[in-house]
């Protein structure tokens, strides 16, 4: 049995690696250039809904930028929490309701007054896209990771991983540097938060696939550590990294850009 894991770890390590060299050597040259590609898999990428730093352009909308900065704190945050899976207390639960509604209505808000040109609620602006994205990113990673915990963990605490208003002020105060980021003028923050939030979009997608592959192979409830789990974690990352390079093709066979500008 333990020769199996080896093999199957030694396995999924290889095409994991075979997967990510392809991607990095198929993919455009530079480094940032590389983030931005990624983005593409996800993000519009519009210029006037973007953040720009001395000339360069964020790899992200304001709104994936929010969304995935917050993600990438939420998770390191709920990491430390340990393997809790229990579903938020109803009044935590509503909170984080309004912070999915938020987001989704400013979109919406958003569509309607660039594209259809009417006015719903108010004027868009991308302040308002990043706060929404900032609000839906705490959400999104709430999810995955209570799912996450549900699947994989063999013992598994009854305990939400926001348990009561103590956690969920915790969490915004881990999340509250993110407020500045709009006001950054230091090109090394604004490279670096490139790097964190493209890569909290592989991880994301990375997770969803994980949790699926568990299921498929009616594993769940089947390991103890990461390390245990890196099978899983591994086909997670390579179908996640082989999804992004097909979704970056197809959009660039497709259009360049979209016309929805949300």
Same mark, same amino acid.
């Given at each position: 049995?333990q020769?199996?894991?080896?093999?199957?770890l030694?396995?999924?390590g290889?095409?994991?690696?075979? *997967?990510?060299?392809?991607?990095? &050597?198929?993919? =455009?040259d530079?480094f940032?250039?590389?983030l931005?590609?990624v983005g593409s898999?996800?993000c519009?990428q519009l =210029?006037d809904?973007?953040f720009?730093l001395? #000339?360069? @352009?964020?790899?992200l909308?304001?709104r994936?930028? #929010?969304t995935?900065?917050?993600a990438?704190?939420a998770l390191l945050?709920?990491m430390?929490?340990?393997k809790r899976a229990?579903? =938020?207390?109803?009044?935590l +639960?509503?909170v984080?309701i309004?912070?999915?509604?938020f987001? *989704? /209505? %400013?979109? /919406?808000?958003?569509?309607s007054?660039?594209?259809?040109?009417q @006015?719903?609620?108010y004027? =868009?602006?991308n302040?308002?896209?990043? &706060?929404? #994205? /900032?609000?839906m990113?705490?959400?999104?990673?709430?999810?995955i990771? $209570?799912?996450?915990n549900?699947?994989f963990?063999?013992? $598994?605490?009854?305990?939400?991983? *926001?348990? %009561?208003?103590?956690?969920?002020?915790a &969490?915004l105060?881990?999340e509250?540097?993110?407020?500045?980021?709009p006001l950054?003028?230091?090109?090394?923050?604004?490279n670096?938060?490139g790097?964190?939030? $493209?890569?909290t979009? +592989? $991880?994301?997608?990375?997770?969803?696939?994980?949790i699926? /592959?568990?299921?498929i192979?009616h594993?769940?409830g089947?390991?103890a550590?990461l390390? %245990?789990?890196s099978v899983?974690l591994?086909l997670?990352f390579s179908?996640a990294?082989? @999804?992004i390079? &097909?979704l *970056?093709?197809?959009?660039?066979a497709i259009?360049?850009s979209?016309?929805f500008?949300?």
């Amino acid at each position: 049995m333990q020769l199996n894991r080896k093999i199957g770890l030694i396995v999924t390590g290889c095409v994991f690696t075979a *997967v990510l060299v392809s991607a990095w &050597l198929l993919s =455009p040259d530079g480094f940032n250039t590389k983030l931005w590609w990624v983005g593409s898999a996800v993000c519009h990428q519009l =210029p006037d809904h973007s953040f720009h730093l001395n #000339g360069q @352009q964020f790899p992200l909308c304001a709104r994936c930028t #929010g969304t995935y900065l917050s993600a990438f704190i939420a998770l390191l945050y709920f990491m430390t929490r340990g393997k809790r899976a229990a579903i =938020p207390r109803k009044d935590l +639960l509503v909170v984080f309701i309004l912070f999915s509604l938020f987001w *989704v /209505i %400013d979109g /919406i808000n958003s569509f309607s007054f660039e594209v259809l040109h009417q @006015q719903w609620f108010y004027a =868009p602006s991308n302040l308002l896209r990043f &706060l929404s #994205g /900032i609000t839906m990113g705490m959400t999104f990673a709430l999810t995955i990771m $209570t799912i996450f915990n549900m699947v994989f963990w063999k013992n $598994t605490q009854a305990i939400s991983l *926001v348990k %009561d208003q103590r956690e969920f002020a915790a &969490l915004l105060v881990v999340e509250s540097p993110l407020l500045f980021f709009p006001l950054n003028k230091i090109t090394f923050i604004f490279n670096l938060a490139g790097l964190f939030s $493209t890569l909290t979009v +592989l $991880t994301l997608i990375a997770l969803l696939y994980a949790i699926l /592959i568990v299921i498929i192979a009616h594993k769940e409830g089947s390991y103890a550590s990461l390390l %245990d789990a890196s099978v899983p974690l591994l086909l997670g990352f390579s179908a996640a990294i082989a @999804q992004i390079f &097909l979704l *970056v093709h197809l959009r660039s066979a497709i259009s360049p850009s979209t016309i929805f500008h949300l």
